[in-house]
T-cell receptor, first 112, second 115 residues
C-alpha cells in the first residue's frame, strides 16, 4: 500500500461546476498537507497548505483535512477552464522544509 | 530572483551515456531537494541538502546517481550509464528550513529521455 493514494482520474467537468479532489494516506505522522497544481510540462506550484485537521479557504479553493479518517480534500468552486491541470496532494511530517510525499495526481479538465 | 531555475529543460541521451543536470535554488533558501516524476505519477523524493550537506537519500537513488551542492548554492544531479528506465522529469525544489511553516518552491524540471 502506498503512503498516499489519489485517484488519477481523469476528471472532466463543465465550467462553473464544483470540483472535489481527494487523497487518503496511511502514515499518521503526517501533520502538513498541501495541494499543488501542475500544468502540462511545468513544475508543481503550491495552491493550499494546511496544518493538522480543519478547513482552509482561499478564494474559490477550500482545503479540508480529517486526520481521524486520514482523508484530505480540495474543493474548487465555480471552476474555470484555466483550472484545467493536474492536482497533486502532498504531505509531510514537518512542513515544506522536509521531503514531501505526493499522490499520483488527478488530471482535471474544465470544459467551457 | 525569479525562482528555482533548472538547466537544461530537455535532454535526450543515448543509453549508457552520462548526464548532468543543474539546479539554482532561490538565493536565500538553505534546503534543496531533488525529485523524479514519471508519466502519470506524482513526484518521488530522491535526495535533499541543507546548505552543502546531503542529509537524506532515497532508496530510489541507485549507485549510478550522485548529487552535489558545493558551497551550498547550486546543485548538480549526475546519472551515470543511463538506462531507459531513467527517462523522467527531474524536479528541483528549494525551501528555507525553519520552525514555522515554510513552502517548497519547484523549478520547471529537466525532462530526460533515454533512447
Amino acid at each position: 500500500q502506498k503512503e498516499v493514494e489519489q485517484d488519477p482520474g481523469p476528471l472532466s467537468v463543465p465550467e462553473g461546476a464544483i470540483v472535489s479532489l481527494n487523497c487518503t494516506y496511511s502514515n499518521s505522522a503526517f501533520q502538513y498537507f498541501m495541494w499543488y497544481r501542475q500544468y502540462s510540462r511545468k513544475g508543481p506550484e503550491l495552491l493550499m497548505y494546511t496544518y493538522s485537521s480543519g478547513n482552509k479557504e482561499d478564494g474559490r479553493f477550500t482545503a479540508q483535512v480529517d486526520k481521524s479518517s486520514k482523508y484530505i480534500s480540495l474543493f474548487i468552486r465555480d471552476s474555470q477552464p484555466s483550472d484545467s491541470a493536474t492536482y497533486l496532494c502532498a504531505m509531510s511530517r514537518q512542513g515544506g522544509s522536509e521531503k514531501l510525499v505526493f499522490g499520483k495526481g488527478t488530471k482535471l479538465t474544465v470544459n467551457p | 530572483d525569479t525562482g528555482v531555475s533548472q538547466d537544461p529543460r530537455h535532454k535526450i541521451t543515448k543509453r549508457g551515456q552520462n548526464v548532468t543536470f543543474r539546479c539554482d535554488p532561490i538565493s536565500e533558501h538553505n534546503r534543496l531537494y531533488w525529485y523524479r516524476q514519471t508519466l502519470g505519477q506524482g513526484p518521488e523524493f530522491l535526495t535533499y541538502f541543507q546548505n552543502e550537506a546531503q542529509l537524506e537519500k532515497s532508496r530510489l537513488l541507485s549507485d549510478r546517481f550522485s548529487a552535489e551542492r558545493p558551497k551550498g548554492s547550486f546543485s548538480t544531479l549526475e546519472i551515470q550509464r543511463t538506462e531507459q528506465g531513467d527517462s523522467a522529469m527531474y524536479l528541483c525544489a528549494s525551501s528555507l528550513a525553519s520552525g514555522a511553516h515554510t513552502e517548497a518552491f519547484f523549478g520547471q524540471g529537466t525532462r530526460l529521455t533515454v533512447v
